[in-house]
């Protein structure tokens, strides 16, 4: 428990020096001396720098994830979740951030030790999201598809305004009202029982127009 907690308190350092500073080809060293630690301890908590780099990946899809929970809370509709979740993850502060998830692609794709808990998560942690439910899987993965393939395109190219138009078509796709349906105890369903982040699947509300459920990031 120490431990885990040691090493959290470090990559907190180190994402915060990161969002300052940058990572490019830093070296352990320098991102040692920088947060104010030693190589060893770096080595010590992730075994090298790719696992360094995959625990920092990691972090910030959780922080992703944890987002897009919230927004899933309050958003009324599958296309207003996209865009907010899309405004969220290409924000030019979570630009850098998105650079090093794409450096741990190639890690997770060669099995490179430190980058398991990255490649296991790599969809499954969106998946498990309490507001995804067994009907909406097949979305969610198409959702982030789409959105890493954008953030990848803004990355390399720069072109800010084509992205977000790709952005704003896809998410046209996806229907603007959400309304999720609770089932009583009595085994009824109710359907002024609204909660945002569920939603129901196509064709199971005649009394309203079915649409594609909504759909996440990366």
């Known amino acids: 428990m120490v431990q885990m907690a040691a090493r959290d308190s470090l ?11 940058g990572l490019l080809d830093a070296s352990l060293r320098e ?3 920088r947060v104010g630690t030693s190589h060893r301890m770096l080595l010590y908590h992730f075994g090298s720098r790719d696992g360094l780099i995959a625990a ?16 899933a809370a309050t958003t009324a ?13 290409s924000a030019p502060a979570v630009l850098p951030f998105v ?20 490649r296991n998560g790599f969809v499954a942690r969106w998946l498990e999201l ?11 993965r198409v959702g982030i598809a789409v959105v890493r393939g954008l953030l990848l395109e803004l990355l390399v190219t720069g072109d800010r305004a084509t992205a977000d138009d790709a952005m704003r078509r896809y998410a046209a796709t996806l229907g603007r ?20 982040g569920r939603v129901d699947p196509p064709g ?5 127009p079915a649409f594609d459920t909504r759909r996440g990031r990366g």
């Open 77 to 89: 509709s599958p296309r207003d979740l996209a865009l907010a979740m899309w405004r969220n993850v």
């Open 177 to 196: 009202t959400r309304v999720a349906r609770s089932t009583r105890r009595d085994g009824n369903r109710r359907d002024d029982d609204r909660r945002p």
């Open 11 to 21: 990559l907190e350092r180190v994402l915060d020096d990161i969002a300052r500073e």
């Open 56 to 71: 920092i990946a990691t972090a910030v899809e959780a922080q992703q994830t944890a987002q897009f929970e919230r927004l």
């Open 204 to 208: 199971t509300a005649p009394d309203r």
């Open 130 to 140: 309490d507001s995804i439910t067994p009907q909406t899987r097949a979305e969610i």
């Open 31 to 33: 991102l040692a001396a």
């Open 99 to 118: 650079r090093i998830f794409f450096e741990v692609v190639p890690y997770a794709i060669q099995g490179r030790p430190g980058s398991e808990e990255f």
